[in-house]
């Protein structure tokens, strides 16, 4: 069946470091992929999504590129800020309405 | 109220109580989802209506019984728990044409003595 391997967190960082989030996936066909990103006290959001091989999905600096030789979809920002604090998970659906979602990644920001 | 809403946001429930969670939306959504958040587990997907039929059961116990009884609102009835059931539950909705993006509410915290 279909699976997201997410690193574990907490993900640690000072205020204007390099983020990398580490995603891979297993799942048939041609998945859409997805990072949702869920701040404390709310609900998860899309963040940012590709929907075929080489894409890039971006938002608010974050970038992911769709990798299918390595069944990845990494996600990095330049420049991470203290309100980039939140937990981040990387999803997949292969067909049908069905999300599979990873373990979530929790990341936190030093001034 | 914006976008989707749960209540209440916090409950601690015996086993043998009887309880029930509410998700409203309020985004002119024609589908919506239970999931279940438990620590260093990934999300998992509970249930799907879509129009208000279910058109998911991923295998969930019977004590979990949902009710779509509109396009706006989603419960989830919960009877005889496990301690094992503690976990947060999410609602979510979106259009059928559009399942990639999904809208979450904060989530009912509940535990399970």
């Known amino acids: 069946g279909d699976s997201v391997t997410q690193m574990e967190g907490p993900v640690t960082l000072s205020e204007e470091a390099f983020l990398t989030i580490n995603c891979t996936y297993t799942a048939t066909g041609y998945p859409s992929l997805f990072w949702y990103v869920q701040y404390p006290g709310e609900g998860l959001q899309l963040l940012l999504k590709?929907?075929?091989?080489?894409d890039k999905g971006s938002n608010k600096g974050f970038e992911a590129t769709y990798r299918k030789e390595t069944t990845s979809f990494h996600l990095e920002k330049g420049s991470v800020q203290v309100s980039d604090s939140a937990v981040y998970f990387c999803a997949l659906r292969s067909s049908g309405d069905k999300l599979t979602f990873g373990t979530g990644t929790r990341l936190a920001v030093r001034p | 109220e914006t976008g989707v809403t749960q209540t209440p946001r916090h409950l601690v429930m015996g086993m043998t109580n009887k309880k029930s969670l509410k998700c409203e939306q309020h985004l002119g959504h024609n589908a919506m989802y239970w999931y279940k958040q438990s620590a260093k587990k990934p999300l998992e997907l509970m249930f799907v209506?879509?129009?208000?039929?279910?058109?998911e059961n991923n295998s969930v116990p019977s004590r979990f019984s949902p009710e779509c009884p509109n396009s706006s609102h989603l419960f989830l009835h919960l009877h005889t728990l496990q301690p094992e059931d503690s976990a947060l539950y999410l609602c979510a909705s979106s259009q059928v044409e559009n399942t990639d993006t999904q809208y979450f509410g904060p989530g009912t915290r509940l535990t399970v003595l």
């Open positions: 209506y879509n129009f208000k039929e279910q058109t």
């Open positions: 590709a929907t075929k091989a080489d």
